[in-house]
């Protein structure tokens, strides 16, 4: 048996409100039977959208397009960003070896692939009611892997957090936040709250989605650090299911009215962001949220084998999927198994 309680079970709690997000109460229903669901009432949901960080000063240095007017336009696309980062990537010292005293055009993880790919309009898994299919392996995403590695690698333009662990306490510390501070990196992509970490820089600096495959693509898709996100659940023990929804509602109403407001507005807007098109931005970016129930399980580990070909300089989607398809599926199985107590 199911050790969480179905939510739709619990007359009390009404998950059509608008403090639900109906993007994830549609993903994450399988077979009818409600699970987990994100709401206002998950504050650190709000830290964990992925974003692009851009520095004004090296887009303005360096003559670069405005990027909020290339989201506006739908022409904010993995390629454009390419081809920016490569604009901005500069030897400062002159000594002709790529050093961390140089200028770089993109700051990202490993483990940022999954959210470009997602980014780019590419779904893990899709379902057909109760029916999971992987997605993930297709021509877009294996073009797509050609497009991100090629950069994630490109020491001349990147700096990757897996070249540095063992060399740094933490990278992104000691090394990164420090770096695109002192105006040395135009893109840095992480999740929100390291907005926070922005506030004392004295160049301005910029929020953007996720860029997409290419100019056609319908629209923006936003995902979030799968390590910091956070999910409703009620355990099978709770002894007061009608109190519970109740409780829940109204959480989930005076979050949405207080909660966010107050993080957007005066913790990220006022105290680190210092415009209204990142406001615009960071809007656009809760809203495109897309939540993959392959991406919450992450079956066979498929994060993990998206990192490694960026760490193993491989793009070769194709032949790495396959190793871990079996797994995959296997893993896949078992979640349905237990999710449906079949």
């Known amino acids: 048996p199911s050790m969480l309680v179905d939510l739709g079970t619990i007359e009390t709690l009404d998950l059509s409100h608008s403090w639900w997000d109906q993007h994830s109460i549609e993903s994450y229903n399988i077979g009818g039977k409600q699970y987990t669901a994100i709401g206002d009432i998950c504050f650190f949901m709000k830290c964990a959208p992925i974003v692009n960080f851009f520095n004004k000063q090296l887009i303005e240095d360096n003559g670069l397009e405005n990027p909020y007017q290339l989201v506006y336009d739908s022409k904010w696309t993995f390629d454009k960003m390419n081809e920016m980062a490569e604009a901005a990537a500069n030897d400062l010292n002159g000594n002709g070896e790529v050093d961390i005293e140089d200028c770089f055009g993109f700051t990202g993880e490993s483990t940022g692939v999954a959210s470009f790919m997602v ?29 991100i590695v090629p950069l994630w690698r490109n020491k001349n333009v990147t700096l990757l957090d897996q070249d540095f662990y063992g060399k740094y306490g933490s990278p992104f510390e000691e ?29 301005d600096f910029g929020i953007l989605p996720l860029p997409k495959y290419d100019e056609s693509q319908p629209e923006y898709y936003s995902t979030t650090n799968i390590y910091w996100r956070d999910n409703l659940i009620v355990p099978v023990t709770n002894p007061d299911l009608e109190r519970t929804g109740y409780i829940l509602d109204c959480m989930g109403y005076y979050s949405q ?61 194709a032949s790495e999927y396959a190793k871990i398809e079996p797994n995959i599926i296997a893993a896949m ?5 237990e999710l449906l107590g079949e």
């Open 119 to 147: 980014g780019a309009g590419i779904n893990f898994s899709s379902r057909t009611g109760d029916e999971v299919e992987i997605t993930l392996f297709s021509d877009r995403a294996a073009t797509m892997i050609e497009k």
């Open 175 to 203: 090394l990164f936040i420090p770096t695109f501070m002192a105006n040395r990196s135009l893109f840095f992509s992480n999740q929100l709250l390291l907005a926070l970490d922005f506030r004392g820089m004295d160049a």
């Open 257 to 317: 009215q207080l909660v966010t407001p107050a993080f957007i507005d005066s913790t990220v807007l006022n105290k680190s962001v210092r415009d209204e098109d990142s406001a615009s931005m960071i809007e656009l970016i809760y809203d495109t949220k897309v939540y993959d129930i392959a991406l919450l399980f992450n079956w066979g580990d498929m994060n993990g084998m998206l990192a490694n070909l960026a760490t193993k300089n491989n793009t070769n989607l």
């Open 333 to 337: 199985e078992k979640s349905m198994e």
